[in-house]
């Protein structure tokens, strides 16, 4: 996820359409793109408490009380999900940080590549990555084995940040003049660094890897449910 650090990476992405809302989408079959579950597993698991680690960097650079209090609740949301998953790897009869640690490099290195220059773009990072990965990830369960799918499902299906980090950039974005025309800018540079760790997470390359063709719908219907997230904050996508 991301940290505030004040730096910005230069980044190859790719070419998105995020202003189109499909009305209908291809049926995809996940089995052919999931890979298999400790792999998939090990990453989904590092990816939230990533996200975890940046909303109690959020929680530490709060200008409010109430800030920090919604958001601590979001951080332990995250937390509580990353435990879930750990506890799906000891169930597979592994150790979860031998099996998380090839992921750590790339989900660092997107941290780095995706820190805002204060404490709004920090948020709004926080925002755009956690939507479009647990959405991502949601979906790609659905190729696991049926029980184990409905469980990862279930994990990330709750609720955790949306709605408090909402709040606080609506409030930001109300206060400050030239707030929203910023934020906009940031959050479609999110977009596709977001989109590349999703990329990652499906099965790797060589005979048997999934084209364009075939993962196009997924993406496509990601980039409406962000069109979607930023809509509601007023910005464009």
Do not use: C, N
Not at 33 to 57: H, T
Not at 171 to 194: H, K, N, T
Not at 213 to 236: N, S
């Amino acid at each position: 996820m991301v940290f505030w650090s004040g730096r910005r990476g230069s980044r190859e992405v790719p070419l998105l359409r995020p202003r189109v809302v499909p009305t209908s989408l291809t049926k995809v079959d996940f089995t052919e793109l999931v890979p298999e579950p400790i792999p998939f597993l090990g990453q989904a698991a590092y990816i939230q408490l990533e996200a975890f680690e940046s909303l109690a960097r959020a929680v530490a650079t709060a200008p409010t009380l109430g800030a920090k209090e919604g958001l601590s609740a979001a951080a332990g949301v995250a937390l509580r999900k990353h435990h879930a998953l750990i506890a799906e790897l000891r169930r597979e009869g592994v150790e979860p940080v031998e099996v998380m640690a090839p992921f750590a490099p790339a989900t660092d290195r997107f941290r780095e590549t995706s820190s805002g220059a204060d404490w709004y773009e920090l948020l709004l990072g926080i925002h755009v990555t956690t939507g479009i990965l647990d959405g991502f990830f949601g979906r790609l369960a659905e190729g696991l084995p049926r029980d184990l799918g409905d469980r990862v499902r279930g994990i990330l299906a709750e609720e955790g940040a949306g709605d408090v980090l909402r709040r606080e950039l609506e409030r930001g974005i109300a206060e400050q003049p030239g707030l929203a025309d910023r934020l906009a800018l940031w959050g479609r540079s999110l977009v596709g660094d977001a989109l590349l760790i999703a990329r990652s997470a499906l099965r790797g390359s060589g005979p048997g890897a999934p084209g364009q063709e075939e993962i196009e719908p997924v993406f496509t219907e990601l980039i409406a449910d962000h069109t979607r997230r930023m809509d509601a904050l007023g910005l464009t996508a």
